[in-house]
């Protein structure tokens, strides 16, 4: 009797676990898309990101050290394993580029240099797929990226590491576009990293 | 602004294509790259935010010379570093950086619990206890939180405006203690790599009154400080400093010092280590008054916490030598540090050293860590505290006369 009550309790255990994280992932898929890739140009692509970099950002909107009015409900309270779970489950996706339209050639170009110039490669991967607590820039959404561009370069975005202000500090606003258009067009790598 | 090493960094990172209209003062870490080293791939390491579960800790990787033990004692506590200690050795309470919180460990006998016990702060590094009273030092902001072991719902006193705080972060985050003499040792590290620092409140250790009054510079050229303490006879105080990067792997090593009377210079920036003049930042006899290491402690090695041993348990060799905590190296090639050494005094007021507790990689030459140790601390029972950063755990060291007859090997 005690043994069969201890299966149900663990079963149970099991199954809510399970299905909570079912739930957590769809309220995710709504904005960032059903399988992590971004249907809305406002809102970032979480698929195939790093497993570090999704877990250290949910934790530092969690404790509204990194300024999110729209992420702040969906995170606050959650348990650091949760958290895990779904950096896990979102890391694991395939990314793809979701930006349609062709790409303008001078901004392709503009953008490549800039990379280049501002050295995006080291932290970022030279295929801009990201490492550790680094983010994919790769096939991320360009009025995203462009966005938060300037949010880092003009103190708006903080929380972690300053590197990004200070490699953004003094770079215009074209350039920045030049970035965002070239990245959201970098072919995605593969995840799993 | 401040007075960064301008021509170095603008070969470094000068970006011709882009329309700047302002060179761009590159990451605090990062000052001092050179061109050579443009390239280069080394960054620090990425902290862990979340709840390592004790489980996945391989603790019996840890090794020790023989006789000693290594065990989890708590865990759960993401980025935990420098602890303080309640009179009773009842309540741990546990500074961290970037997650922001303080937290507070209760020993109650077989298990550790875990609360939080202040968050949302800017790097509160610096924890420290007196007279029953937890002082809090983040970057920005100063509390205390009286009586905390009795009442755990204590609102705290903010007591910022009476420690004037400089406004730049980086090497700001702190380790602070109360020394032998009751007063409140605070460390303000040069805001960069490498440079003149902006103003004279940086790269210097100061002390106040416990209420933050009496403030008083007692030492200057100390780039940045995050462990120290006093000799149990001589009542002179030790402090760790890490040195400077991106000047080579072999580059200025990681100091110990000794501070045998208030006023002392250790150098920076003009001259690192055992008299080594820094390649960018020139003065004329840079070495000139400045007090030298009484120990180097390795090249990027990240020297921090640092404890005399004065406890019963471990043997008696042990008694008065320091147990210093290397967290291990980023700026260089080839790792170095990531363990626990212990550090004996000779005659002569050098110091020399041997490892005590390592372990912490996969492999002695490789970058593949399991965790990173910070801070040591002594208990009333003698055994010793040694907190993970990387894991957010706390590990328990103690020590067994080993048994002649149970002798093996």
Known sequence: ?193 | MMKLIAVAVAAAFAAPALSQDKPAPPPAWHQGKPPAQAESKLAPHAGKMTETPASEIPIDKLKLPAGFKAEIWASGLPGGRAMAVSEDGKKVYVGTRIIGRVYEVTDEGSKRSVRVVVDKLTQPAGVAMKDGNLYVFAIDKVLRFDGIAKSSDVKPVDMTAKFDLPKEQHHNWKYVAFGPDGKLYVPFGAPCNICEPPSKEYAQIRRYNADGSGKEVIATGVRNSVGFDWHPKTKEMWFTDHGRDWAGDDGPQDELNRLAKPGNNYGFPYCHANGIADPEIKKQDACKGVTRPAALMGSHAAVMGVKFYTGKMFPAEYQNTMFLVRKGSWNRTKPNGFDVVNVRLGQDGKATYKPFATGFQQGADTYNFWGRPAYVHQMPDGAMLLSDEQTGAIYRISYQRPKAAAKKQ
């Not at chain 1, 739930?23 to 570090?52: F, Y």
């Not at chain 1, 969690?62 to 949760?82: C, H, I, N, Q, Y």
């Not at chain 1, 800039?114 to 991967?125: E, F, N």
């Not at chain 1, 300037?150 to 030049?178: E, F, N, P, Q, W």
């Open chain 1, 1 to 193: 009797m005690l043994r069969k009550g201890r299966w149900a309790i663990l079963l149970t255990a099991f199954f809510s676990v399970v299905v909570f994280s079912q739930e957590r992932i769809q309220l995710c898929a709504t904005c960032h898309g059903p399988d992590g890739n971004s249907p809305d140009p406002k809102i970032p692509s979480i698929a195939g990101q790093p497993k570090l970099f999704i877990e250290t950002q949910l934790v530092l909107i969690r404790e509204e050290l990194r300024k999110s009015e729209l992420m702040l409900p969906v995170v606050r309270g959650m348990k650091d394993p949760e958290i895990i779970r779904l950096a896990d489950h979102f890391s694991k996706l395939p990314s793809r580029g979701m930006e349609s339209g062709n790409p303008d050639a001078a901004l392709m170009k503009a953008g490549a240099e800039r990379a280049q110039a501002l050295r995006c490669g080291i932290c970022h991967t030279s295929d801009f797929g990201g490492q550790k607590q680094v983010p994919r820039l790769a096939a991320q959404r360009e009025a995203y990226l462009e966005a938060e561009m300037r949010a880092y370069r003009d103190g708006k975005r903080t929380g972690g590491d300053t590197i990004m202000a200070a490699t953004l500090y003094g770079v215009s606003d074209a350039d920045i576009r030049a970035l965002a258009h070239f990245l959201s067009r970098s072919k995605a790598p593969a995840p799993a990293r």
